[in-house]
């Protein structure tokens, strides 16, 4: 499911025009792209929740050219899935 | 920061962002995350503009290992969730790292300061400094002899990169560098100015050389620096004064000038404890070491050396361009001759032709090539007949320990072959009325073999060996014939049903045999505790032959059988 499908389905559930649903949806992600950068935990319901965690420097090698590289530490987002969704997709069968 | 902000914060956050009620918001939150999550579900990947991809990846089912019994569990094929933020977000959460970019690391830098630092620790300094003087021996114009004196720095600074002390060249240093200490030590007991040493400094560039390395390698106190110019200027002092105690011996007899070094000699004795005490600090205890070994080896040969290296000391000095120096030279040979103890009637002669050569001539003028070559020419010898004393010695080494070498493998040889005897031995005589053993002894079966199957354990009176068939082996014959013996071995460590299978049938598909007889011993097939008495099958029982590609087969199709289990 893509963007244009969420936002589909959105607005048939909640009978709402796509172009609301699509600026509601761009709210969301604001408020929660406001509160990461914070580095606060923010909760997605049902799914999970998304942090930031911090990766720490390191060395890495390229392999062919065996030059080694200093790659700088890095925030990133770290999304944790929740109870209900590691049960659901424990049902689901590969 | 590192607030936890649940569903409902978010909703108020939501709502105030976009100008809903709370309720609206609530309403429009979960249900944006349920479609999110049954979309997830349903499609395996869910995209959200400005939030990023959520994606369901497949994890292959693999086996592990239970912790809390060993066992082995499958972990079945499952799914994970891979989340990748959108470029934007990931941007933005990034920023107070952004600046930083990757960087490629040179191991050059690195590996420079570390050899900068064992440099520092091995004092690899001193050998650079003092080698630095040794080529100065050779007459040049003070402009050459700038040039000279940077290109040596240099090389000794890369030499010594690598901190690899010569022996012969680290006892000429050291004795050159005491020396050098010991002209300062005398100057200092004289007074002397600053200002008389600026005048005469510029004339004196050996002095500067000497300095120079230290400098480049590691910054000195300046005050240590202020206080060897002292040292320097109280030493030309000292110098002026002796050199004109010097002219009024030299109008004497050479008789007299020896008289005169006998009180030199006493004022010598004099200095020595004070030389010990600056050169003992001052001294790598590895060099120093090395000094002392080597100073006892060739204490006979050495008297001439150390004379002749002594002899450079005042000679370096010589482009000064100044006559008291030139004058003061052949005091100092004869100290140093006195200092050594050595009376060598040739290099006294030596002495005695560089005075009478240089006394006319000013110093500006080169002194005669001829004593310094002679000079140069006994050290080399003597480097050589060193040089050679070492060669041999380590060829003396080399041979020893090839001779041991030798002499070890000999002996473990025949230790081996000693207890292998011995083992035949008790083992034919405790089978001596056995009937196979005799049969196998006959048939002139090898040492090694009998030797193979003794370390099997001993059978039992109801029991006999069962052996590998071999074919075309009269034991082979006999194990055909009893094939309803069975052998009993006890697991040792190391060993698996596999190997032994190997060892007892040829083949180590036929473990499962092995595991079959033993199933109510073995719980674990893979796992056998030692110690554990298992059962071996004869072959025939099973049918089993190394040689037959049915009967692996079997034996692999059975094994896959029971494993399945």
Redesign the interface.
Known sequence: MNSSELTAALSQRLQLSKTEVNKRIDDIAAVITAELVKKNTVSLGNMGSLEVVKRNERISVNPSSGKKMLIPPKLVVKFKMSNSLKDRLKDLKP | ???????QS?VT??AE??G?TKKEAE???????????E?????K????????N?K?I?VEDRESIDITNGSRVLIP?????N?S??AQ??E??????SL??????R?EAGKLEHIRKARVETGAEKPAEAASIEPITEKLTRKEFRDYEENTVQETIDENIIPEPIIEKSIQEYKKEIRIRETDEESLSDEGTIAEFASSSQARPTWETVEEPQEKLSPIDEEQEEQEEQEQAQEIQKKEQEKNQEEIEEQEDLKEEQEQDQEQDQEEEEEEPEEELFFIPEADPYEEFILEQEAQRMRGTEKKLTFSIDEKTPIQEEPLGEEEEVLEEPFDEEEAVDEEEASVEELKEASVEELTVEEPSPAELPPPKTISQKFSEIIENKKETIREDKKTFYEWVVYLSIILIIAGVYLYFEHEERLQAEYVNSFLHQFDDNQEIEQSATTGKTSSEIFFREREPLPRASDTLVDNPIVNNPIAKIDADNSNIIKKRRIVAGERLTLIALKEYGHKSFWVYIYQENRDRIKNPDNVPVGTELIIPPASKYGIDKNSKESIQKADELALQLMSK
């Open positions: 920061m590192n607030e936890k902000i649940n569903i978010l956050l939501f962002k976009s809903l309403a429009f939150l979960k249900e944006f995350f349920t479609v999110a999550h979309g997830l579900l349903s499609d990947i869910m995209k959200i503009k400005n939030l990023g959520f369901l497949v094929a499952h799914y994970k969730v989340y933020p959108d977000l990931a933005t959460i990034n920023e107070p790292f930083f970019e990757i960087i490629e690391v191991h």
